[in-house]
């Protein structure tokens, strides 16, 4: 099956950028799936990010569109987000996931802090 | 955007009994290829979120039977027969048929 893990710096300063990979293992990222970023602020529920497909287009969530940034890199097998102006209300656990298809993998999540 | 409405937002149960969920959304979830994509995702408390069925009855491999999902348009019920401990955790209803991808509340499933 599937793994996917998320990684990237946990503390972020406002106004900054947040930058996340999502490392694909155990198969191809260049399948027919869309490859997709969540959010989850502590204790709450969830937002859908954006998504990206192996040709490298992209779908974003039109309330982070202008920050948000979803790329693939194939050769690597991992698709990365890139978050900027970032504020407190971005703190967040993110998750990478392939959302929609069977079996729906998920990465087990990185919590994100914006604080300085 | 398709507002997700889930209703109970909480549901002590009792183990062995069962529990619904309703998801209502805000548009027609039945996309331009017929395919009505609404799906069932369930969070352990520290886990990530767990798909369990997708286009509204479809359970996913591995996923228990007491599990079902039903509907149309924009009313949707997931059921848990048979209520089990592994079972507690929050329940969201989901939609794909339209961009922003969107999400419900969540329902917390508890044991009384």
């Known amino acids: 099956q599937v793994q996917l893990q998320e990684s990237g710096p946990r503390l972020v300063n406002p106004s900054g950028t947040l930058s996340l990979t999502c490392t694909v293992s155990?198969?191809?990222?260049?399948?027919?799936?869309?490859w997709s970023w969540v959010r989850q602020p502590p204790g709450k529920g969830l937002e859908w990010i954006g998504e990206?497909?192996?040709?490298?287009?992209?779908n974003y969530n039109p309330s982070l569109k202008s920050r948000v940034t979803i790329s693939i890199d194939k050769s690597k097998n991992q698709f990365s987000l890139k978050l900027n102006s970032v504020t407190a209300a971005d703190t967040a656990v993110y998750y990478c996931?392939?959302?929609?298809?069977?079996?729906?993998?998920w990465g087990r999540g990185t919590l994100v802090t914006v604080s300085s | 955007d398709v507002v997700m409405t889930q209703t109970p937002l909480s549901s002590p149960v009792t183990l062995g009994q069962s529990a619904s969920i309703s998801c209502r959304s805000s548009?027609?979830?039945?996309?331009?290829?017929?395919?009505?994509?609404l799906s069932w995702l369930q969070q352990r408390p520290g886990q990530p979120p767990r798909l369990l069925i997708c286009?509204?009855?479809n359970r996913l491999s591995g996923v228990p039977d007491r599990f079902s999902g039903s509907g149309a348009g924009t009313d949707f019920t997931l059921k848990i027969s048979r209520v089990e401990p592994e079972d507690v955790g929050v329940y969201y209803c989901?939609?794909?048929?339209?961009?922003?991808?969107?999400f419900g509340q969540g329902t917390k499933l508890d044991i009384k």
């Open positions: 989901a939609q794909s048929s339209q961009i922003p991808y969107t």
């Open positions: 548009h027609s979830l039945v996309n331009d290829d017929g395919v009505t994509y």
């Open positions: 155990g198969g191809s990222i260049i399948t027919t799936n869309w």
């Open positions: 990206v497909y192996q040709s490298g287009s992209t």
């Open positions: 996931a392939n959302l929609w298809v069977p079996p729906g993998d």
């Open positions: 286009k509204v009855s």
